[in-house]
């Protein structure tokens, strides 16, 4: 009696629960590959850490050379005054003045950029700087900058300026400007509020503007040649507003890598300055050319916004200089793919269980998703500094190695264990493809989750799902 109840106490609740159920553990371990996904996740917290880190790199040498860098070419401009009369209740009528500023793009306008970059590291961060050289060449018809004063305002022609513009004036090295073969001095202009009539010179967005008096600019007739040449320094990225109504640039670098951005792409570009080299060394040479239709850009008017001609990345011709892809972007993409990776694992895992006579413990998997998790982490610290392609080859061996390893020991089998080795391979080689597909890694990873879940349904096919109930079933 005693006998019974005991077995009937122990046998009661396990007996609602079939103990070698395939179907269960299956379910367990799907459940486990979501939970496993959740530690990968907070790589993401140290990759926002890292890229922190880089930006300061990047603030702290751009203190000392200058930023990404936006270059505005020569600008004609020229205020004036413009007199309002109101008249009160009383009667009385009282004389104001307003202020404002006409403005003349160049007629044509070419320029040559010649840019030698080089990497400097800050840290452990690769910061790519650069010594760049401008040179302008613009022609004016004086007769522009006069057509865009109203009619019922008086030029002040004193404080008519011709304009050059900088973004980071820390990276200036040497401005020269000549006007008709003749040079004139250049001098930052003032922002502030002038009390004495109420004007300020334009401002542009992201530069910062320098001027030089040209003499009889009142008077001047004809066309108007302007040669301008800026010597500066800068980072990452260099940047150029289409200064003129039909403006063209031609650009030389010695570095391989560049990404063309802004508001034009080049209509041309090549390796090398011939075009024939593929090397480093050799650099690139592109060319822009961006007719005033395209510019969209008025060519005089009053008061216009210097603004239009330096918008970033809409209006301006630019060029980032890449030291490669960044590690933290391509660990982050590699991340967006932890809970498919993850569930890989675990799938292949129980493959090799349902064909072993050994079994797999819930703790056991979770030793292995956390080998996974930790492998995102080890690709973050090698990438950094070997790059990302050396990196995913030794982290990936080293997680293969370990997880493949861990199986022999787990299933008691060197069979399951090679086994494991080359599905674990082939799973990591998958993730490595699908990073560097891009535009086909949707199909590629749809595909590959096809056959993964094709793969098991087959192996699986006369699997009982429901596991044996009862002892004597078993035995039967």
């Known amino acids: 009696m005693t006998q019974t109840t005991s077995q009937s106490r122990g046998d009661g609740p396990r007996a609602l629960i079939p103990q070698r159920s395939a179907g269960l553990k299956l379910l367990l371990v799907c459940a486990l590959a979501l939970l496993m996904a959740i530690p ?11 890229t922190k880190g880089e930006n300061e790199a ?18 004609l401009a020229v205020p004036y005054v413009r007199p309002l009369f109101t008249e009160e209740v009383t009667g009385a009528v009282t004389k104001a003045n307003s202020y404002g500023v006409a403005i003349a793009y160049a007629q044509t306008g070419s320029a040559a950029v010649d840019v030698n970059v080089e990497s400097r590291k800050r840290g452990i961060y690769p910061i790519p700087v650069f010594n760049a050289t401008v040179d302008f060449t613009a022609r004016f018809n004086p007769d522009d900058l ?41 001098e930052p202009a003032t922002y502030d ?87 480093e060394a050799d650099g690139f040479t592109a060319v822009w050319s961006v007719p005033y239709l395209a510019r969209g850009i008025s060519g005089a008017g009053a008061n216009l916004n210097l603004s239009e001609v330096t ?46 006579e050994a079994r797999a413990h819930p703790a056991q998997y979770v030793l292995v998703g956390l080998a996974q998790s930790i492998f995102y982490l080890l690709l973050l610290a090698f990438a950094e500094r070997i790059g990302f392609d050396a990196a995913f080859a030794l982290a990936a061996a080293m997680t293969v190695a370990l997880t493949a390893g861990y199986a022999v020991a787990v299933f008691r089998s060197r069979k399951i264990g090679l086994r494991a080795l080359g599905v674990l391979t082939g799973i990591y080689g998958l ?15 749809a595909l ?29």
């Open 40 to 50: 990968a996740l907070f790589v993401y917290g140290v990759i926002h850490e890292r």
């Open 58 to 75: 990047f603030n702290d040498v751009s203190a000392r050379i200058g930023g990404e860098q936006s270059v505005l070419g020569p600008v």
């Open 146 to 186: 006069r057509g865009a004063i109203p009619a019922d305002a008086k030029a002040i022609w004193s404080d008519a300026r011709l304009y050059v513009g900088l973004s980071d004036t820390r990276g200036v090295k040497e401005t020269v400007v000549a006007v008709d073969g003749a040079p004139i001095a250049i």
């Open 193 to 279: 509020q002038r009390r004495d009539n109420g004007y300020a010179p334009t401002p542009a967005a992201r530069v910062r503007l320098a001027g030089g008096e040209i003499p009889d600019l009142e008077t001047r007739k004809g066309e108007m040649l302007v040669e301008a040449s800026l010597s500066l320094t800068g980072a990452k990225r260099f940047a150029l507003g289409p200064f003129a109504r039909d403006t063209s640039v031609t650009m030389r670098s010695n570095w391989a890598h560049p990404s063309f951005t802004g508001g034009f792409l080049p209509s041309s570009h090549t390796a090398g300055d011939d075009g024939a080299g593929t090397s």
């Open 311 to 356: 918008a970033r990345d809409s209006k301006d011709i630019a060029v980032r200089f890449l030291a490669g892809v960044s590690p933290y972007q391509s660990v982050e993409r590699a991340l967006k793919y932890a809970a498919m990776f993850i569930g890989f694992v675990f799938l292949a895992y129980f493959l090799f269980e349902i064909t072993a």
């Open 431 to 445: 993730v490595y493809v699908l990073m560097r597909a891009q535009e086909n890694a949707l199909i590629a990873g």
């Open 448 to 476: 590959a989750s096809f056959t993964a879940i094709a793969l098991t349904m087959y192996m699986t096919r006369n699997i009982d799902w429901y596991g044996d109930k009862s002892p004597e079933s078993a035995g039967a």
